[in-house]
């Protein structure tokens, strides 16, 4: 009797998950906007803010700790766009890294203000505070600066720049898929 | 059916069915707890080596980098290599990478893999899907009503009229002093 309800549960379980996957899928795929390389991609990237991509590139890094974002490299490795897993991801697999994969997502700006800034270090400060003395390591402070340095450098860049902001961007992915080992191996020789 | 009787049943029976959820919430928020001394997710080795100055490492093709490989981790199948910056060659293989500083011939090589149980355990506890949501909001709810009928589960001296009221109280206390000496900072 209970194994046929649980048979009953997991099979009524799969077919909706099935069913309500293809339909999402379908959505995402009509959505998208251009399908790009990375490096076309941060050309025009301020154009597309907001709409749905598709992105090809190789897979740099993924976070270690949570496997919630990864970046992807340019032709020239120099130039690189980072990718948060949407809703749909729990996270990236760590074995993907050194593979070319396609991305569909949503390109997002966070826009860099003073105000941001000022915020960044009310909460480094807080985390300092919470810390105590006593929990506070010779890294820890060494972190400290460092982050300050960069924040320094921002401010400056903020007030040299046209709009009185900077504009970090970033990929919220929805899918994504590792391309075909030989597109692989024509990306590896043209770096 | 008597009212402390029900609560008893509904006590025992939540704690019968939210085992499972109790021990993967405890042991991954363990193991989150502590991000910043280790990693739960992923067990990793790193190694320096020096690299052979036979391989021209400034411009290297697909074949020097499997040799790379093959000498340095020759465990590992080779699937990838690219230059982050002119000094820097990173070599991705199966299950990490070799970063190698290419003025110094210094290379770094990293592994990782899956933390066993750690790994599922902590997938969960991120809330990976929707339906975890509701199973998680569920399991929550559960705790609430655990915990409540839990003060409720025996009578006299050592019920919640007693022993029980002590304990609680010092339970409750516990999170508020650290609210007044951290949040509040009344102290």
């Known amino acids: 009797m209970i194994k046929n309800a649980l048979m009953i549960l997991a ?45 090809t590139g190789l897979v740099s890094h993924v976070c270690k700790h949570g496997g919630k974002r990864l970046v992807l490299v340019a032709e020239n490795p120099e130039k690189n766009i980072h990718v948060n897993a949407g809703e749909e991801i729990t996270e990236f697999n760590k074995n993907i890294e050194g593979n070319t994969i396609k991305a569909i997502g949503v390109v997002k700006e966070l826009k860099i203000t003073n105000e941001y800034l000022d915020n960044m270090i009310a909460e480094m400060k807080e985390h300092k505070d919470a810390d105590g003395e006593e929990g506070v390591r010779e890294e820890d402070n060494d972190h400290h600066s460092t982050e300050m340095e960069k924040i320094n450098k921002l401010r400056e860049e903020i007030k040299n720049s046209k709009n009185g902001y900077l504009s970090e961007y970033s990929i919220l992915c929805n899918s994504y898929k590792t391309v075909e080992v030989e597109a692989n191996k024509t990306e590896t020789d043209s770096l | 059916m008597k009212l402390r009787k029900l609560n008893r049943i509904i006590h025992r029976d939540l704690g019968y069915i939210f085992f499972g959820l109790t021990i993967i919430y405890a042991l991954s928020g363990i193991a989150l707890n502590h991000l910043n001394n280790w990693n739960p997710n992923y067990i990793i080795h790193s190694k320096e080596f020096k690299i052979n100055n036979k391989y021209n490492l400034t411009n290297i093709d697909k074949q020097i980098a499997v040799d790379i490989t093959n000498e340095i981790a020759p465990n590992e199948g080779f699937k990838n290599f690219y230059y982050p910056s002119k000094e820097v060659l990173k070599i991705f ?24 149980i750690f790994h599922q355990f902590n997938y969960l506890h991120y809330n990976p899907r929707k339906w975890w949501t509701i199973i998680s909001d569920t399991f929550a709810i559960a705790l609430m009503i655990l915990a409540i009928s839990g003060l409720f589960i025996i009578k006299g001296k050592k019920g919640i009229t007693g022993r029980g009221a002590w304990l609680t109280t010092i339970g409750i206390f516990v999170p508020i002093l650290f609210l007044l000496i951290y949040y509040w900072k009344i102290f």
């Open chain 1, 11 to 55: 099979v009524s379980t799969l077919l909706f998950s099935c069913e309500n996957k293809e339909k999402k899928d379908v959505a995402k795929t009509n959505d998208i906007v251009e399908t790009l390389t990375v490096d076309e991609l941060l050309i025009n990237i301020d154009s597309l803010v907001d709409k749905n991509i598709e992105v």
């Open chain 2, 93 to 116: 293989i199966k299950n990490g990478n070799i970063i190698i500083n290419t003025n110094t011939r210094i290379a770094l090589l990293e592994t990782s893999k899956r933390r066993p």
